[in-house]
């Protein structure tokens, strides 16, 4: 009787893939079979990617994509329903999940870098939530947007806050309280998305778009996002006060010095992102 050696589990590949395009880091939600949901796992990886994008100088903007027909389906609704099993029927773990999902949505809006979305399928739920959280996106003609939860009895909360900063009231409110998805032109038509381009060409769009943000001063751009964010929450008295603190503070940089003296003399500036 021949014996056969057992054999070796095969490696699973990377949830997260980053691939470096010239000064822009892309980052690939690689669980396709999973429909790229947001797992505790991957919300990690997204979260200490984003970390090492602020504090790396050669990177100046980040694309966010995704492999399979799915942009992102949201939570993992298999590993939040296995901790029902939990003594506390899994109050904490979801606490935990729903804190740290939030916390890397902000680390987005927080990161000093433009981060752009390549949407090339169906993004629901906290999908959506993430591709509202980007500071641009470019959808595929091909996807789809969604906050679903709804219709299983789950409402989408968490993505309702990056939603309705990005949309109107009355169109984040159809979304969240019917759960039908919009095309993605009808997602660029409520300001959900920047662009929609043909299937396929998406990814190339998303970093042609953030390279040209990256060709112009970091710090510049640094600044401007940070002010921005800050500005919307604000009263628009309040907006104007702070808006003219960061004018004033940019009118000081030095890039803002070579770039006025760039224009008015009609060269091409050199920025040295200070």
């Known amino acids: 009787m021949s014996v056969k050696a057992a054999r070796a589990p095969s490696p699973q590949p990377p949830i997260l893939l980053r691939e470096t395009v010239g000064p822009i ?20 990886s997204l979260h200490a990617e984003l970390d090492e994008i602020r504090n790396d100088k050669a990177v100046r903007g980040a694309v966010i994509a995704a492999n399979g027909p799915a942009f992102s389906a949201g939570h993992d609704m298999k590993e939040l329903t296995a901790r029902r099993t939990d003594p506390d029927r899994g109050r904490a773990f979801f606490a935990e999940m729903m804190n740290a999902c939030s916390a890397m949505m902000q680390a987005i809006v927080h990161l000093p870098k433009p981060v752009v979305a390549s949407v090339q399928g169906i993004a629901t739920a906290a999908g959506c939530q993430l591709v509202a959280s980007c500071d641009l996106a470019i959808a595929s003609e091909d996807a789809k947007f969604a906050t679903p939860g709804v219709d299983i009895g789950l409402f989408c909360s968490t993505p309702m806050v990056a939603l309705s900063r990005n949309v109107s009231r009355k169109q984040a409110m159809e979304m969240l309280l019917t759960g039908e998805p919009v095309t993605a032109e009808r997602a660029r038509e409520i300001g959900l998305v920047n662009r929609v381009v043909p299937a396929g060409t998406e990814l190339g769009a998303a970093i042609e778009l953030a390279q040209q943000v990256a060709l112009k001063s970091a710090y510049t751009v640094k600044l401007g996002k940070e002010a921005f964010y800050r500005q919307v929450e604000m009263s628009l008295a309040d907006a104007y006060r702070y808006a003219a603190e960061v004018m004033t503070e940019n009118m000081m940089a030095r890039d803002a010095e070579e770039g006025i003296g760039a224009f008015i003399e009609k060269r091409a500036p050199t920025w040295r992102d200070e």
Do not use: C, D, E, G
């Open 25 to 44: 880091a892309v980052l690939t939600l690689n669980r396709p079979a999973a429909r790229n949901s947001l797992s505790a796992a991957m919300i990690a």
